[in-house]
């Protein structure tokens, strides 16, 4: 059974940097599409990052220029490196494989950002 798990969320003061990491058993991300999404309370899920499995990378814009997303394809590994962080930022992260007819979400972690 596929499992992805996140992990390195937390709380941190507005401008500071939290890297969050992505793994998963049983699948191997270099074969995959891969994004990162979250939700804030009350608010839809909603995209913040894409990597093809060429490493093609694609962000929305309010994070353009402060969020990386990288894989380590030894570790089997995803990255999501987030920098300048605003409490716009707070919310549930989640990792999302996608290989045609497959899909998989993690559980999410929780990046809260306030003073």
Request: net charge positive; aromatic share 12%.
């Amino acid at each position: 059974q596929v499992q992805l798990v996140e992990s390195g969320g937390g709380l941190v003061q507005p401008g500071g940097s939290l890297r969050l990491s992505c793994t998963a058993s049983a699948i191997v991300f270099g074969n995959y599409f891969m994004q990162w999404y979250r939700q804030a309370p009350q608010k839809e899920r909603e995209w913040v990052a894409s990597s093809t499995s060429s490493e093609i990378t694609t962000y929305r814009d309010s994070v353009k220029g402060r969020f990386t997303m990288s894989r380590d394809k030894y570790l089997n590994i995803v990255y999501l490196q987030m920098d300048n962080l605003k409490p716009e930022d707070t919310a549930v992260y989640y990792c999302n494989a996608v290989r045609t007819a497959r899909n998989y979400w993690g559980q999410g972690t929780q990046v809260t950002v306030s003073s």
